[in-house]
T-cell receptor, first 114, second 115 residues
Framework: AQSVTQLGSHVSVSEGALVLLRCNYSSSVPPYLFWYVQYPNQGLQLLLK??????LVKGINGFEAEFKKSETSFHLTKPSAHMSDAAEYFC????????????FGAGTRLAVHP | EAGVTQFPSHSVIEKGQTVTLRCDPI?????LYWYRRVMGKEIKFLLH????????ESGMPNNRFLAERTGGTYSTLKVQPAELEDSGVYFC?????????????FGEGSWLTVV
């Protein structure tokens, strides 16, 4: 069975600081990996995804994530936080066979302070 | 192009009452999904429609929940009778293709509070 663990339910950074949100997965086969973001009063929006190819994936709003198979990780980073990045971030996994059924982590709420 | 729309955005009902949530997927998307997040927990899969057929309903918690997608367009999720533990956010999502790796587009969610 697949599972996702997001370390830290709350992360707080200063504006301009590095953002690092951690995600580890468990899967018997190499999965597809996703990061979604939920801004206040909005729906879930896809930030980026890894399916095949380059393990460093770039997404919207300056975010990127690197798939590390040996560490079973897919951490999300952004070099410089902006106030508008304050939101809840969800890591998700799906199997590579069959259809698209996402397994989500518990989410990490990011706060950005001046 | 309109995204996935859900109605109502918020609902407060009493235990034992019935609530029906509606989802309109992105036009042309045959695949429609329902997910749920109860307070403080993970977002969990409920079920998946391909057009009007239920492809996978393994996540439906019990028989108080009934999902339909008549005509393969919009979908409804009915909870009858509602219990306190049903409170949470119900997300609808859709995708053009069902195969793994394809992007799933989510709506803003329907917030349900059962008192």
């Amino acid at each position: 069975a697949q599972s996702v663990t997001q370390l830290g339910s709350h992360v707080s950074v200063s504006e301009g600081a590095l953002v690092l949100l951690r995600c580890n997965y468990s899967s018997s086969v190499p999965p597809y990996l996703f990061w979604y973001v939920q801004y206040p009063n909005q729906g879930l929006q896809l930030l980026l995804k890894y399916t095949t190819g380059a393990t460093l994936v770039k997404g919207i709003n300056g975010f990127e994530a690197e798939f590390k198979k040996s560490e079973t990780s897919f951490h999300l980073t952004k070099p410089s936080a902006h106030m508008s990045d304050a939101a809840e971030y969800f890591c998700a996994v799906s199997g590579t066979g069959g259809y698209n059924k996402l397994i989500f982590g518990a989410g990490t709420r990011l706060a950005v302070h001046p | 192009e309109a995204g996935v729309t859900q109605f109502p955005s918020h609902s407060v009902i009493e235990k034992g009452q019935t609530v029906t949530l509606r989802c309109d997927p992105i036009s042309g998307h045959d695949n429609l999904y329902w997910y749920r997040r109860v307070m403080g927990k993970e977002i969990k899969f409920l079920l998946h429609f391909v057009k009007e057929s239920k492809q996978d309903e393994s996540g439906m918690p019990n028989n108080r929940f009934l999902a339909e997608r008549t005509g393969g367009t919009y979908s409804t999720l009915k909870v009858q009778p509602a219990e306190l533990e049903d409170s949470g956010v119900y997300f609808c999502a859709s995708s053009h293709r069902a195969s793994s790796g394809n992007t799933i587009y989510f709506g803003e969610g329907s917030w349900l509070t059962v008192v």
